[in-house]
């Protein structure tokens, strides 16, 4: 008993030796593209030899299998296809990458650093930085490469929101004024039925609802209910959160359901699925190079509020259509002034108490500049500048949801804007 415990200390400890030497190592490029098997920690994300430990349902989440979970979700769970289109909208490539300095916040202690030491510091396991048509930075870690389709978390929300926008313009939803149950017949009667799409959208209900992380939240159990799989999905996924504990408006409050009502809405309001409305809309003629996907329920609805999964490159077209308003080419994809609403901080940063604003399902910047971001859990985002045509896409593996070196990102993409020039 004694020599098997030795032996798996002894494993453990060589695979963090393993993982720390080959985050060391640096990164191999290719056409500019620059690839690490290694990152920060590696050993504790199940990294060893190159190859990294393999998520299942019930451990994907966790720091040792994260790195296969995130990047593999839609082969975990059931999904439906969003379906790229024949052609591809090229990028063209930087012939090197910006020499890019930051200035790390307090919260990740502190100091001045390069992006190589960013990605020694930080669980990154995708970082997309692009200008225009132009990509200035592409880097993977841990293994993963320009083929993996990387989950979004709550980055979908903003999606979903796009979505909503889409069929105001259409005619199907006729106003987000309209309360839910007028689209959604089994929610009539219920607190979020008789919440208004536009309370939806800014996280506004009044409807209690938790969202600390804390796997005994009522995100916890709306997963449950969706991801999970423990219940029919659709409707009854959100129907056991109906106490209101505020008037509609009156104030912000985060909560993941909201936006799984509006998918609900937007699917009934439409007739179709929310993934070949996307593909139709948007995925096709912003010119996608590869298939995404959404994680489904039961019922087959689109988990709105999350697990949207993608290329890195294709999150960075995303995000470029919305930083030139909506258009690709002499097409507007999404309206114009529905961006342009969504993206306005309907809600303060004092307000969210969080520093960012907060428009339709989509996060607004302090610096009052225009500029926005899409985010999730764990160090997923797309961050946007409209005025300089400036995107960055970050994907992650941090260990936990509410990670205080998640303000590095904020503090790297800064630098990116200030070495841009209008």
Do not use: C
């Not at 200035?136 to 929300?157: C, I, P, W």
């Not at 938790?210 to 423990?230: M, P």
């Not at 309206?335 to 520093?355: C, D, Y």
């Amino acid at each position: 008993m004694g020599n098997a415990r030795l032996a798996v200390v002894t494993l453990a400890v060589i695979m963090l030796l393993i993982g720390s030497a080959a985050a060391q190592s640096g990164f191999r490029f290719v056409d500019g593209v620059g690839f690490n098997d290694g990152g920060p920690d590696a050993g504790r994300y199940g990294g060893f030899a190159g190859f990294y430990a393999g998520a299942a349902r019930a451990n994907w989440m966790q720091q040792a299998t994260s790195v296969d979970g995130f990047s593999r979700a839609d082969a975990i769970f059931p999904s439906a296809v969003v379906r790229r289109g024949a052609t591809a909208t090229p990028w063209k490539r930087a012939p090197q990458e910006p020499a890019l300095t930051y200035e790390a916040p307090r919260s990740a202690g502190g100091g001045r650093f390069t992006l190589d030491q960013f990605l020694e510091r930080n669980p990154t396991t995708g970082l997309l930085i692009a200008r225009d048509d132009m990509i200035l930075v592409e880097r993977y870690q841990y293994g993963r490469n320009d083929r993996h389709r990387l989950t979004s978390f709550s980055m979908a929300k903003t999606i979903a929101a796009m979505l909503v926008g889409i069929a105001v313009a259409d005619g199907a939803i006729k106003s987000i004024e309209d309360p839910a149950e007028r689209y959604v017949p089994g929610l009539a009667g219920t607190e979020y039925g008789r919440t208004s799409l536009r309370h939806l959208l800014t996280m506004s209900s009044g409807v209690a609802f938790r969202e600390d992380y804390d796997g005994t939240d009522d995100s916890a159990r709306l997963g449950r209910a969706t991801l999970g799989g423990q219940s029919p999905g659709g409707v009854s996924a959100v129907a056991q959160f109906n106490d209101r504990t505020a008037a509609p408006g009156a104030r912000w409050h985060y909560a993941s359901a909201e936006t799984y009502v509006l998918g609900l809405v937007v699917r009934a309001a439409t007739g179709r699925p929310l993934v070949d409305t996307l593909a139709e809309r948007i995925w096709q003629p912003m010119g996608a190079e590869a298939d995404a996907t959404w994680l489904v329920d039961r019922s087959g609805q689109e988990i709105a509020h999350a697990f949207f999964n993608a290329t890195l490159r294709d999150y960075a077209r995303l995000g470029m259509l919305l930083a030139r308003g909506g258009r690709a080419g002499d097409r507007q994809l999404i309206p114009a002034e529905w961006l342009r609403e969504a993206t306005r901080p309907h809600f303060t940063g004092a307000q969210t108490g969080r520093n960012l604003g907060y428009g339709f399902q989509t996060w607004t910047l302090p610096e009052n500049d225009g500029s926005f971001a899409l985010q999730g859990v764990r160090g997923q985002a797309i961050l946007v500048d409209p005025a300089r045509r400036l995107v960055m896409v970050h994907t992650a593996v941090r260990p936990d949801a509410r990670d205080p070196r998640g303000a590095e990102t904020f503090a790297l993409w800064r630098a990116v804007k200030q070495l841009v020039a209008h």
